[in-house]
């Protein structure tokens, strides 16, 4: 039996889901040494929940490449990106993504709808966990080239309601994300134009 050629798109659509996969390892990275390097000034439970979490994002969003999603990931990894935030259109395209939606969620703790109450079973005996801090980064990577950081902020508290004490927890992680992925992009160029002078490895 002769073996079907792989479509463009779906080399498209599995390409970018791993390029995600890959920026939420990389922001996970970055945050963990962070938190490494300053953990006796922040005082802040995280390197249990880090330590979690950088086994989590190995596997990151992985469900959407297997069965109960891929067939409606592979079309609208590439649709959505090219539609309005709360348009029709956008409203429409989440209803034929409905059961691949239900399916993820079902499968990945990073999503509040993983949980029956929500975003606040994210933080056990209110202390900060792995899949709360995969959401953020997630919430992140997703909207970082489109949306201001107020507005991610926003978004979670229109969708998900969070008590305050969260929601400053999530506007804390997410501006700590912008900073690292900003100082991190910086350090990168630097290096690249010593390279260009330089000329050297």
């Not at 300053?38 to 005082?43: A, L, N």
């Not at 802040?44 to 994002?57: F, I």
Request: charged share 20%; aromatic share 6%.
């Amino acid at each position: 039996m002769t073996k079907q050629p792989v479509s463009h798109q779906d080399l498209t659509s599995r390409a970018t889901i791993l390029q995600h996969t890959a920026d939420v390892v990389r922001m996970s990275s970055l945050l963990t040494k962070h938190i490494l390097k300053e953990k006796e000034q922040m005082h802040l439970p995280y390197l249990a929940a880090l330590q979690e979490l950088l086994l989590r994002v190995r596997d990151h969003d992985a469900s959407k490449l297997g069965e109960g999603e891929w067939d409606i990931f592979r079309v609208s990894t590439q649709e959505l990106p090219n539609l309005t935030l709360g348009s029709p259109e956008y409203a429409a395209a989440l209803v034929e993504m409905k059961d691949a939606l239900a399916h993820h969620y079902e499968h990945n703790s990073h999503h509040p709808e993983y949980f029956p109450g929500g975003i606040g079973d994210m933080l056990p005996d209110n202390e900060v966990s792995a899949v709360f801090i995969e959401m953020c980064i997630d919430v992140y990577v997703v909207n970082r080239l489109v949306y201001s950081l107020e507005d991610m902020v926003d978004m979670q508290v229109n969708l998900y309601n969070p008590s305050p004490d969260v929601t400053m927890l999530l506007r804390a992680l997410i501006e700590l994300l912008y900073q690292l992925d900003v100082a991190d992009m910086e350090a990168a160029l630097t290096k690249m134009g010593q390279l260009g002078v330089t000329g050297k490895l």
